[in-house]
């Protein structure tokens, strides 16, 4: 059988990737980048956030008293976005993304669009599998400890003594191989970073439950709707191959928030599973559960499942964590196939998580100029599953996470679900207040 390849051309998220093939360029005290790696980690401090573990599933009953305990700095505005700010002063990026034109496209959803001419011009190219959501990590490739250490925000991990704390210069944890957020240096919003689960266990890019609960953990800290966390798989437009989610915050709905629902089943934790409706991306939404465990471990376990079976996936986590979409996807290998419309490829959108979820990247003036609601919606279309096909993945999944037959019931139309898609205030959502940050990047 032929191997599935495409000519990919990965996003440059860090400073170093391009430079990673020359390993004789500047041998200046270790490997002269002031990198993760064993070279320049030696004595190396950064600050350390450790936050208290939620083990209640966030929601309006479980907002206050303990759970709403104030942070040792303000995780999100001083933390993520703060830190992000000093590095784009710092001139770290490799454009302003603050600079490029964004738009909510008129229609029902409101896709949103954006013009980044710069982002697919500094890349390099590389061979990419396609049919294989798990692939080995090749520590010979760019992985995330050959970034810089002036990339990394700071470490995050769960406190020892259930109390949030924040230490400006803490030694960096090999040993327990510590989880770092750093920049994305070719950011696609405000405030766009990585989580990096477990850096230096040089983890493959493949869901694990403890990797899922740390993402649903950083949600929940961030504590804004605004704020997202996003996981692309192999296959589903993932161009580094070591672990790691994304994550921006962006002041508007997302379209896929305002699709409605229809619930499918409610698993012996506690967690309901719901399908989107009238969307053109097919795929599960995950609510609630007994704890904030139960549904991080039910969403892993799809993912799981998913990666098992080798079916590219897309996650996103919304609404500060309390709902969750996961979307099988086939875009990549209706490529690879030549089976996409080549007007559709002459974009150069690579539909991930961010572009699944409506929030479109374009790259070239014309496409940004003639953006509609009907062309996001043919280009998604080409994204999910056939209705069948959609079928069976999701059977796949429910034995996978032991969600029998006899729990789902027929699907009613008063099973519908409508969401309130009404954008929280900001003092509601505990949104921006400084007045340097773009409170809305949309037009």
């Known amino acids: 059988m032929n191997t599935l390849r495409i000519k990919r051309v990965p996003t440059v998220v860090s400073n170093y990737q391009k430079e990673d093939s020359d390993d004789g360029a500047r041998q200046v005290g270790g490997c002269g980048r002031n990198?993760?790696?064993?070279?320049?980690?030696?004595?190396?401090?950064?600050?350390?956030?450790?936050?208290?573990?939620?083990?209640?599933?966030?929601n309006e009953k479980a907002s206050s008293g303990d759970e709403n305990k104030e942070q040792p700095v303000p995780f999100l505005d001083s933390l993520v976005l703060g830190e992000w700010e000093d590095r784009m002063q710092k001139g770290l990026f490799r454009y302003d993304v603050t600079?490029?034109?964004?738009?909510?496209?008129?229609?029902?959803?409101?896709?949103?669009?954006?013009?980044n001419e710069g982002r697919h011009l500094k890349k390099r190219p590389t061979e990419f599998r396609v049919d294989k959501v798990l692939q080995p990590f090749d520590g010979n490739k760019?992985?995330?400890?050959?970034?810089?250490?002036?990339?990394?925000l700071f470490q995050f991990e769960p406190s020892n003594d259930e109390e949030p704390e924040f230490i400006p210069n803490a030694p960096i944890d090999v040993e327990n191989s510590t989880s770092v957020v750093a920049i994305n240096v070719s950011p696609i919003e405000y405030g766009h970073v990585l989580l990096i689960p477990r850096i230096f266990e040089c983890l493959p890019q493949r869901i694990d439950r403890e990797s899922f609960l740390l993402a649903l953990d950083m949600a929940v800290e961030a504590g804004n709707p605004y704020f997202r966390l996003g996981y692309n798989s192999l296959g589903a437009f993932a161009t580094i191959n070591h672990l790691h989610f994304q994550a921006y915050y962006l002041a508007t709905p997302f379209p896929i928030e305002k699709a409605p629902t229809r619930k499918i089943t409610t698993a012996g934790n506690g967690v309901k599973i719901f399908e989107l409706l009238k969307y053109p991306v097919r795929g599960l939404v995950f609510e609630g559960g007994d704890t904030l465990q139960d549904l991080a471990n039910t969403v892993a376990d799809s993912c799981i499942c998913l990666q098992d079976n080798n079916i590219p996936f897309n996650v996103l986590i919304a609404d500060a964590g309390k709902?969750?979409?996961?979307?099988?996807?086939?875009?990549?290998?209706?490529q690879a196939l030549g089976e996409v419309n080549q007007e559709l490829l002459d974009t150069q959108v690579n539909p991930a998580v961010w572009e699944v979820s409506g929030h479109i990247v374009l790259k070239r003036k014309e496409d940004y100029e003639g953006a509609s609601e009907q062309n996001a919606w043919r280009l998604l279309a080409e994204v999910s599953l056939s209705e069948e096909r959609f079928q069976e993945v999701n059977a796949l999944i429910f034995e996978a996470i032991a969600c029998g037959d006899d729990e789902k019931g027929n699907l009613t139309e008063d099973m519908i679900e409508e969401p309130d898609v009404t954008p929280p205030s900001h003092e509601d959502a505990g949104a921006i207040n400084n007045s340097s940050y773009p409170a809305a990047m949309v037009a």
């Open 142 to 152: 760019f992985n995330f400890t050959k970034v810089g250490q002036e990339e990394v």
């Open 323 to 334: 709902r969750i979409f996961l979307f099988a996807q086939c875009y990549a290998e209706k």
């Open 35 to 58: 990198c993760l790696k064993q070279c320049c980690i030696q004595g190396a401090k950064l600050p350390l956030y450790a936050y208290k573990k939620v083990k209640d599933v966030v």
């Open 99 to 115: 600079a490029c034109e964004t738009k909510v496209i008129p229609g029902e959803y409101g896709f949103i669009a954006q013009l």
